[in-house]
């Protein structure tokens, strides 16, 4: 087993989040500005990818090293151990950005990091003929940031938001790493009533499941690392198995989401089949005002429509308004939502016990919470 310098990549506000279920996962961490490091083994690679809710990509940091020149890019790319990870027939297609730094152009460090890539691999494969690239896919990124250049290989694939479950989608919907931030970031207990007024396609809904079922992300889906011969199968194979073992199938759920728009709820309960459950998530068409309930300590997770376009805002106010009273009866309950517009509270008609910036895609939002009662300590006889 070797050991890899592994890279989780996050969302702004989520690096945190992410460093915990790292070390929920058994490693050590550091927290960078849109990423989490960590050492681990190929087994560290493939649970990383299985288990982690609201990381967006796994990367191998093969190299990092100053760069202000062409040269010493090619150079100091070409000293890298390419031939520990590429085999011969690897298809490796190299992408790029740069930020603050002398090698501006992207598109030629992507060009030289290629080519030093090649030439290493020739040297080491004793060829002089062009490398086919019929092979496993190894998608290198060549990152400079500030002069300093940050070579990785993707592990991921498609990003790991991609459970497989989602059939369809709405108009803005919520990524499930986002969504699964958010019921992370709430007091809910699997035992506990779960609501989401503005379901849409069941995004929240569904990752609490998972959650409250301690079900992988990742579980049903592949992996490009999984073409990579370095990667046994039977790391794949026991990573799946311990996760298998993990899930807790039999724990009873109590999950609602609801929408104003009846297509919607099908869509959600179509995603909730694709997911595994259909019978566990209860979907009703709804108007938030009609919201109303005896049980108590629960918690509420909303991501309603944001009045971002021109001839919507008058709306989304008068509906944060039917909100607030609609939960003002539900004084257990612990309330969250998620929006971009920074008079919510005036509306809603309460100040927030607390509040989180997160960024929902490129849009700066705010997740307002409003801490219920706490239950009765159940004494001890």
Known sequence: MGKYQLIATAAMGLEALVAKEVRELGYECQVENGKVTYTGDESAIVRSNLWL??????????????????????????????????????????????????LFSVSDCQAIVKK????????????????????????IEVALLKD??????????????????????????????????LVMLTNWRPDRPFIDPFCGSGTIPIEAAMIGQNIAPGFNREFVSEGWKWIPAKVWDNARNEAEDLAKYDQPLDITG?????????????NAFEAGFADLIQFKQMQVKDISTNKEYGTIVGNPPYGERLGEKRAVEHMYKELGQAFQKLDTWSIYILTSNEEFEQFYGKPATK????????????????????PPRVSQS
């Open 53 to 102: 809710r609201t990381a967006d990509r796994i990367k191998i940091k093969v190299g990092e090293f100053k760069a202000f020149t062409f040269d010493e890019l090619f150079e100091k790319t070409k000293a890298l151990p390419w031939e520990q990870f590429l085999p011969e027939d690897a298809e490796f297609p190299v992408i790029g950005k740069s930020v603050k730094s002398k």
């Open 116 to 139: 030093a890539i090649v030439e290493r691999m020739k040297k080491h494969y004793k060829t002089n003929s062009w490398f086919e690239e019929s092979g496993a896919l190894y998608r």
């Open 148 to 181: 300093v250049a940050t070579i990785t290989i993707d592990s991921s694939g498609q990003g790991l938001h991609k459970r497989g479950y989602r059939t369809d989608q709405g108009e803005a919907p919520l990524k499930e790493t986002l969504a699964a931030a």
């Open 258 to 270: 609801s929408d104003i728009d009846h297509r919607m709820v099908k869509m959600a309960q179509e």
């Open 355 to 374: 509040k989180r910036k997160l960024f929902n895609g490129f849009i700066r939002t705010d997740l307002y919470q409003y801490w219920g009662k706490k």
